[in-house]
């Protein structure tokens, strides 16, 4: 079985993104190697864009290792990350946040 397959991955990820307390980021990276994951950084999105409706996993603390937000200015989902996080204190300046101030651990 390939390492993308292993029972379980997805879990393994939405308990680490769970574990990112409030006013705290975190990058693809920093989660995959939380999560036992090495350097799949891009199959963390992808592990989000799976959450069941109704989920309480807070996604939107996943940003990219420079701070930006990953999703297109403007869109819909960029908007609610942005607000998602301006409202636990996270400040997002042109689309990205100060990760020496913010990123968690």
């Known amino acids: 079985m390939a ?3 292993e029972p379980g991955k997805d879990q393994k990820i939405w ?3 769970l574990a990112i307390p409030p006013g705290k980021v975190a990058s693809y990276g920093q989660v995959a190697e939380m999560a036992g994951l090495g350097r799949q950084a891009r199959y963390i999105g992808r592990a989000l864009g799976k959450l069941p409706k109704g989920h309480a996993v807070p996604w939107y603390r996943v940003i990219r290792s420079n701070g930006q937000i990953a999703f297109p200015e403007g869109s819909d989902i960029y908007r609610e990350q942005v607000g998602s996080l301006q409202a636990e204190g996270v400040e997002v300046v ?7 101030l913010f990123r968690w651990q």
Request: charged share 25%; net charge positive; hydrophobic share 40%.
């Open 94 to 100: 042109n689309g990205k946040v100060a990760m020496r």
């Open 15 to 17: 308990q680490v993104v």
């Open 3 to 5: 390492q993308s397959e």
